[in-house]
């Protein structure tokens, strides 16, 4: 079986798209797959890292206000558009899955002319323009709340969560104290927080974060700070006025890898995050209990509806952007700290509603999906 996998623009699209294609060689070790991305999008250089042929098509970002550009980027959308209809009638494609993003968009309407089945990944509680006009063509909406399939044409949601790199979660036998002793600067049984501000981080958060630290750090506890690569010289700048940098119990790393995120999730005892699905679903699956402040400028405010689902669920406290201040925040995180049933409480609420296996469950189905008796109906 020949599979397409598309994804693109952001972590959260790229990661969960490797995430089912690697489950697909788990459960189809003969199957071939090709990644279709931006040619100019940070999957170009990612995808070919993970040993997955990668096809470059063009792709721009549509603004949401009309500029003397905008004409431009529509002409790069068709561009791109003809670009994939082509690699996927040359790859002799079975079936196409798409995870967001405008590479994403061309790939899986190109798969639906083409008339080959499409499913797509729609994690949001409230979905986006792309994915609801996809969704009109597609065989399959992967979702990650009941909630949503209200939103899609009957009879084509199934709840699958989003897709979740293999070993996100840490090995039961990695311990909390373990996990925080392979960070720099971390003590092996002081209060942690986690902050994740989504794959390229986020300058707001990063900004309350700075100024709580210290606060923090006076009361016992202890800060592992993704910063997002594009942010990492702007808080090392502000980390050295604050006399931060060098300071035990505040560990600020520019990315976190494969390698490191699973241990950093396991020595987190509260998070501090966005509220895009890739970083709730990774929340969610290692049980972690999260202060959720949303993307205030997100589509249709997306990301607060998706805290909510968690904030009702018992696994999350949802704090906006606008009202967060450096002091509530502490306020915040030391009132967890000091309230471990609470804590205990957040953290069964989360893995409740964490789904693991998401990728292993979705690739099972596009396999299903793909076989010729299930394209003949």
């Not at 009361?219 to 940098?245: D, I, K, P, S, Y």
Request: hydrophobic fraction near 45%.
């Amino acid at each position: 079986m020949r599979v397409v996998v598309s994804g693109g623009g952001t972590g959260g699209h790229i990661f969960p798209a490797l995430a089912v294609a690697e489950a697909l060689r788990r459960r189809q070790p003969d199957v071939e797959r090709l990644y279709i991305g931006a040619a100019s999008g940070m999957e170009a250089e990612i995808v070919p890292q993970h040993g997955l042929p990668f096809q470059g098509v063009t792709a721009k970002k549509l603004r949401k206000l009309l500029s003397p550009g905008t004409l431009g980027v529509l002409l790069s959308l068709v561009k791109g558009y003809w670009e994939a209809r082509t690699y996927l009638r040359a790859f002799r494609t079975d079936v196409v899955i798409g995870t967001g993003g405008y590479a994403t968009a061309a790939t899986v309407l190109a798969g639906q002319h083409l008339g080959l089945p499409t499913a797509i990944v729609a994690p949001d509680a409230v979905p986006g323009r792309t994915n609801r006009f996809l969704a009109r063509g597609a065989r399959l909406i992967c979702i990650s709340f009941p909630e949503a399939a209200a939103f899609y044409p009957e009879g084509k949601t199934v709840v699958t969560g989003l897709p979740l790199r293999a070993g996100i979660v840490a090995p039961p036998n990695v311990t909390a104290q373990a996990a925080r002793c392979r960070f720099p600067g971390l003590a092996p049984d002081r209060f942690t927080v986690l902050v994740v501000g989504g794959s390229q981080g986020a300058r707001a958060i990063n900004n309350v974060i700075l100024e709580a630290t210290p606060a923090l750090l006076e009361a016992g506890a202890q800060v592992l700070h993704q910063t997002g690569a594009r942010n990492f010289e702007a808080v090392r700048a502000q980390a050295q006025a604050r006399h931060l940098w060098d300071r035990a119990g505040y560990c600020p790393l520019a990315f976190l890898d494969d390698t490191q995120m699973p241990l950093a999730w396991r020595a987190a005892d509260v998070v501090v995050c966005r509220g895009g699905m890739s970083t709730l679903s990774e929340v969610l699956a290692n049980g972690v209990p999260a202060v959720v402040v949303p993307l205030p400028t997100a589509y249709a405010d997306h990301q607060t509806a998706n805290a909510r689902e968690l904030v009702k669920a018992g696994a999350a406290l949802l704090r906006p952007e606008s009202g967060l201040t450096a002091g509530t925040l502490v306020q915040e995180l030391l009132a967890l700290r000091d309230d471990p049933a609470r804590r205990q409480q957040m953290a069964a609420a989360s893995r409740a509603l964490g789904r693991p296996d998401a990728a292993d469950d979705v690739a099972k189905r596009l396999l299903e999906l793909g076989r010729p008796s299930s394209k003949e109906t």
